[in-house]
């Protein structure tokens, strides 16, 4: 599929905000999914959102969805050092199965 | 424990040669996947099943192949025919269709070809 793009790195401090960004491909995807992977490990599905919401919060985490832009965010409040992880952005393609990843945003959280 | 089990954690194996990942889950989803995670890359889609005895190509599957004869398991066959067979390979079920019905995945398989 077409490239779903995020930022590479991203480093905050213990207990700040993080925003990770991502601009997805398709005007037409009708769900996009925040992915967390730890290292050596699968993956762990911290959200998704419906495309005909502007925003989803879920205990620490927001998800803010810009239809027009195609621009998803995820808010981490309160960031933890276990928060420290690659967070992938995902659109459901029009198969209604596959997803299309981002290369993912790795997140290093510092004390 | 319901889950996705994917076996061997790593995997080596001499170029030339075929090998076969395993993957099963307990979960009772019709569909499976099988992704490749490259250094620095995203997931990129091998096959995906949505039912027993039918499977898709993906975006890269190209010297690789699969079957589902059961619903649990989703095995996928490198072939000697991948050119760059190294690679962290996923794999994922879900229920009947997508959006909700989310994709969960296994906890991976390292292959390395010497």
């Known amino acids: 599929g077409e490239d779903v793009e995020q930022s590479l790195f991203l480093s905050v401090r213990e207990g700040d905000s993080s925003v990770i960004n991502c601009t997805y491909t398709d005007s037409s995807s009708t769900y996009l999914y925040w992915y967390k992977q730890e290292p050596g490990a699968g993956l762990q599905l911290l959200t998704y959102?419906?495309?005909?919401?502007d925003m989803k919060q879920d205990q620490r985490l927001t998800v803010l969805l810009n239809k027009k832009d195609k621009h998803l965010s995820l808010r981490i409040a309160d960031t933890q050092t276990g928060d420290s992880a690659i967070y992938f952005c995902a659109e459901l393609e029009n198969s209604g199965y596959a997803l299309n990843f981002g290369k993912g945003t790795s997140l290093l959280v510092t004390p | 424990d319901g889950g996705i089990t994917q076996s061997p954690k790593y995997l080596f194996r001499k170029e030339g040669q075929n090998v076969t990942l395993s993957c099963e889950q307990n979960?009772?989803?019709?569909?499976m996947y099988w992704y490749r995670q490259d250094p620095g890359q995203g997931l990129r889609l091998i096959y995906y099943?949505?039912?027993?005895?039918?499977?898709q190509k993906g975006d890269i599957a190209e010297g690789y192949s699969v079957s589902r004869e059961k619903k649990e398991s989703f095995p996928l066959t490198v072939t000697s025919a991948q050119k760059n067979p190294t690679a962290f390979y996923l794999c994922?079920?879900?229920?009947?269709?997508?959006?909700?019905?989310?994709?969960?995945f296994g906890p991976g398989t390292r292959l390395t070809v010497l």
């Open positions: 979960l009772n989803h019709d569909a």
């Open positions: 099943s949505q039912i027993v005895n039918d499977f």
């Open positions: 994922a079920s879900s229920g009947a269709g997508g959006g909700t019905d989310t994709q969960y």
């Open positions: 959102i419906f495309s005909n919401m």
